[in-house]
């Protein structure tokens, strides 16, 4: 069974940094690219950021390009984002999600919480 | 980025009956090389995150009920379930993955009558 489990949320002041994580078992972690996408509050999905299964390749979209930045251990079956100069509107639920090619999304974390505020 | 649109932004269906989402894309997600539509539905029942449904617009991924079914191509897209059951209340977002960014539609809240 494909279970992804996030970590590291929390209440951080604006233009703090915190980093997440996803544990990932029940497939084969490495061959896989993820994903984090996060929903605001009351709002849609947004795609944050993903990263091929090598690591090799990263990808951002452009409101989080400089200040957030993933990574990813193999051996430890785990994804990380790591956020920078947080902002206001960077307040939502980050879900780690596992890429099976073609940007969709099949599997998805339960998401943890990001609140930032003053 | 490809915006996608999707309406109605609520509906409520009676139980039984069939409830119909469309899905618009500012741009084609039809890919003419394989013939594939770039083009995944989602289910976020309250307080759950996102499932995916269907994917190249009208393939349904493992263990999604028959009652489902994805429609559509190039721009235009439609997810309809055919027998509306209380467990399928929740907000659907269609999801284009022809180019990155992914975008996601705005959702569609599907309620019972």
């Known amino acids: 069974e494909v279970r992804l489990l996030e970590s590291g949320g929390g209440f951080i002041h604006p233009g703090g940094s915190l980093r997440l994580s996803c544990a990932a078992s029940g497939f084969t972690f490495s061959i896989y690219d993820m994903s984090w996408v996060r929903q605001a509050p009351g709002k849609g999905l947004q795609w944050v950021s993903a990263?091929?299964?090598?690591?090799?390749?990263?990808y951002y979209a452009d409101s989080v390009k400089g200040r957030f930045t993933i990574s990813r251990d193999n051996s430890k079956n785990t994804v990380y984002l790591q956020m920078n100069s947080l902002r206001a509107e960077d307040t939502a639920v980050y879900y780690c999600?596992?890429?099976?090619?073609?940007?969709?999304?099949?599997?998805w974390g339960q998401g943890t919480l990001v609140t930032v505020s003053s | 980025d490809i915006v996608m649109t999707q309406s109605p932004d609520s509906l409520a269906v009676s139980l039984g009956e069939r409830a119909t989402i469309n899905c618009k894309s500012s741009?084609?997600?039809?890919?003419?090389?394989?013939?594939?539509?770039?083009l995944g539905w989602y289910q976020q029942r309250p307080g759950q995150p996102p499932k995916l449904l269907m994917y190249?617009?009208?393939s349904r991924e493992s263990g999604v009920p028959d009652r489902f079914s994805g429609s559509g191509s190039g721009t235009d897209f439609t997810l309809t379930i055919s027998s509306l059951q209380a467990e399928d209340v929740a907000v659907y977002y269609c999801q284009q993955y022809y180019s990155t960014p992914p975008t996601f539609g705005q959702g569609t809240k599907v309620e019972i009558k």
């Open positions: 741009q084609s997600v039809l890919y003419s090389s394989n013939n594939k539509n770039y």
């Open positions: 190249w617009a009208s």
């Open positions: 999600a596992k890429t099976p090619g073609h940007w969709k999304f099949d599997y």
């Open positions: 990263i091929s299964g090598s690591g090799g390749d990263t």
